[in-house]
């Protein structure tokens, strides 16, 4: 007799088929919506909960809670915000893996102007997440074992670590953000996977959700710097969890990336809000979870993600979370090559 499946933890609908597409058009047509501007962001948005009043102990009218978020928001939607421009090598590296013409000899060439980009995609040939018989100690071998789809992730990985400049006062906080979008990014590609979605883009979106908070960090210290004096942290925290969403989706843009990316990262805290389709906001939501889950301390077993709200909205039963509870030392490992 077949194994039935058990009822997740909390009372759902029937259980219907959902779309494994992430086809970037899709969410360009959803109608009734906000025509392009701004490089598309204004169309993506999350929509900005009333800021409440009296957030900050700061005195000064220009330095609360409202008035910080105000000033950067309004430069996200006037383009004023400074964005990072990606290195030339990490980024003709991943333009020359999504041609379809390019071999390994080709991406290895362009690698080889970039050492530690090359160091790096050697090491993950090499790691135990991805080693095969014998070892690998060319380039070109590197890619070929990895695919071109890995490499153009690591390229992307490479281009966002060296891309976040920041203030050292804040640089304790971007390496825990960088950590848990490694960890992030892993469990998307497992999750993908598991529901036989597209893995390469659940891991990039899964990598980028939390790009934007380096971001804010970065412009509130030079606001700070300008001004002579240091915000409250609870503010600092406060406004970087309510604009990293929203700066991540304007980088996205930005960088051209292809727009079901930039909404991703833009509703990844609310992916049931998000235009349809909803699948990828909802599997990086989801990584977003799996990756706490990951770096909490101590770690509690998986059955506590089960009945989570997005985790319904997968489809993610309790035996499908265990299933890919069995896949942590994989991503975990593959999290420390990538970072």
Known sequence: MPRQRRSPATPRAKRTPVSRSHDPQAAADTPDREPPSNQGLRRILVPQPPIPTGASPSPSPAHTLEAVCERLRADLRAARFKLPVPPRTAAQVLQACRREQSGARDVAEIMHRDPPLAAHVLRLANSAAYAGHGEIVTLPQAIARLGLGTVAELATAAVLRSSLGVSPRYMAEVEDVWRHSCMAAGWAREVARHRRCNVEGAFLAGLMHEVG????????????????????????????????????????????????????????????????????????????????????????????????????????????????GERLDGVVATAEVVA
């Open 213 to 324: 908070r380096p971001l804010v960090l970065q412009a509130i210290a030079e606001i700070e710097d300008a001004a002579g004096r240091l915000f409250d942290a609870a503010l600092v925290h406060e406004a970087a969890d309510r604009l990293h969403a929203e700066a991540g989706a304007a980088l996205a843009a930005a960088w051209s990336l292809p727009e079901w990316i930039g909404v991703a990262i833009a509703w990844h805290h609310a992916p049931e809000s998000a235009p349809e389709p909803r699948d990828l906001p909802r599997t990086v939501a989801m990584a977003d979870r799996l990756a706490g889950w990951t770096l909490s301390r101590p770690r509690p077993g998986i059955d506590v993600l089960i009945g989570e709200p997005v985790a319904v909205a997968l489809n993610l039963y309790p035996e499908d979370l265990e299933s890919l």
